[in-house]
């Protein structure tokens, strides 16, 4: 290998490491089974009871492991269906590694909702779109997701959520 080669590589890596901290809304870098390798304030505040305490942070052990899960995600169901076609969709090309076949046996053993909408085998790509939230100290929290694949990392992805106005309510 070219030492100036494997340099570079790891300089990218270190600059996609780091974007995520000039970042001034939650935003977060994903891996190819969804290990959450890094986030900055703003993420760890919207994800309060996970993120700031998690050893290992999982976007799906998070959604179907963590109890907070389905307080926080607004339409938990709907939301935890998508993820799992998503994630299909995601890792297709890595499907036949030994580290995905571990992780995705992991899921379905451990998780009967994963493993259900696992086996309906839908495919879907991951989509920005809202995200809605109900945070127990900040209340009705909405954002437009965005996420972005650097050049250089194919398996990384990096997530920012962009606030939206929030829906004025007449109770």
């Excluded at 890595?94 to 309906?120: G, I, P, Y």
């Excluded at 085998?121 to 991951?126: I, K, P, T």
Aim: hydrophobic share 40%.
């Amino acid at each position: 290998a070219d030492p100036e080669q494997e340099t570079h590589r790891e300089t990218a890596n270190d600059v996609v490491l780091q974007s995520v901290h000039q970042m001034t809304v939650p935003c977060y870098l994903l891996d190819v089974t969804w290990n959450v390798v890094a986030w900055n304030p703003q993420a760890a505040a919207l994800f309060s009871g996970w993120l700031d305490v998690a050893n290992s942070p999982n976007l799906l052990h998070f959604m179907f492991f963590h109890p907070l899960a389905k307080t926080l995600v607004s339409d938990w169901e709907e939301r935890a269906r998508r993820v799992v076609a998503e994630f299909r969709a995601e890792t297709s090309h890595h499907q036949n590694t030994e580290e995905m076949r571990a992780f995705v046996r992991n899921m379905t053993h451990n998780s009967a909702d994963f493993n259900h909408w696992w086996k309906q085998h839908d495919v879907m790509a991951r989509e920005g779109g809202e995200r809605a939230f109900e945070h127990s100290r900040q209340g009705a929290l909405r954002y437009r997701q965005l996420t972005f694949h650097p050049a250089e990392h194919a398996g990384l992805k990096l997530v920012m959520l962009i606030p939206l106005p929030q829906l004025v309510t007449n109770s």
